[in-house]
């Protein structure tokens, strides 16, 4: 697999559903899931099996600039697992903002199981998220 936005995201873009600059976005590391275009929610991501490490670690600063979303670093605490982990992106709270909504209403991002680092097998306390400095950023549209 490679890295990729889930199709709910991008239709969402065009509707109004997310508002990356005013929503919580958060990066959760994950084991024992299989990326489909098709899933929305976290709630998907749990019923295909997958299994949030941890506290999902929240995106701060995040700034959207010409079709490209970034963010500072940031930081998961995890508990100690030998198995690989891919991040997700997921917005957890409304688009306005606010605290976290239910599992099946945090609306899914981005995938991310290729790149520095990546698949992640944490050894328990924090994993830093150090977000790419090249053009895309995070994500770029486009």
């Known amino acids: 697999m490679a890295n990729a936005s889930y ?5 969402g873009l065009m509707t109004g559903a997310y508002d990356l600059d005013t ?7 994950v084991t024992g899931y299989t990326y489909s275009a098709g899933h929305a929610t976290m709630a998907d991501v749990a019923s295909a099996g997958g299994v949030v490490n941890g506290t ?10 010409g079709g490209v979303v970034d ?3 940031c930081a998961v605490a995890t508990t100690a697992s030998g ?4 991040l997700i992106v997921f917005q957890a709270s ?9 599992a099946a209403q ?10 520095t680092s990546l698949p992640i097998t944490p050894g328990g306390g924090v994993v830093t998220i150090s977000w790419p ?8 549209l486009g």
Do not use: C, M
């Not at 199709?7 to 239709?11: P, V």
């Not at 929503?23 to 590391?29: S, Y």
């Not at 945090?106 to 790149?115: H, M």
């Open 7 to 11: 199709t709910a995201f991008r239709t």
């Open 23 to 29: 929503a919580v976005l958060k990066v959760a590391l």
């Open 56 to 65: 999902p670690g929240a995106l701060s600063n995040v700034t959207v600039n």
């Open 71 to 73: 963010a500072d670093d």
């Open 83 to 86: 198995a690989p982990h891919v």
């Open 94 to 102: 409304a688009v306005t903002g606010g605290a976290d909504v239910p």
């Open 106 to 115: 945090q609306k899914l991002l981005w995938f991310f199981d290729t790149g």
């Open 133 to 140: 400095e090249t053009a895309g950023k995070i994500y770029k």
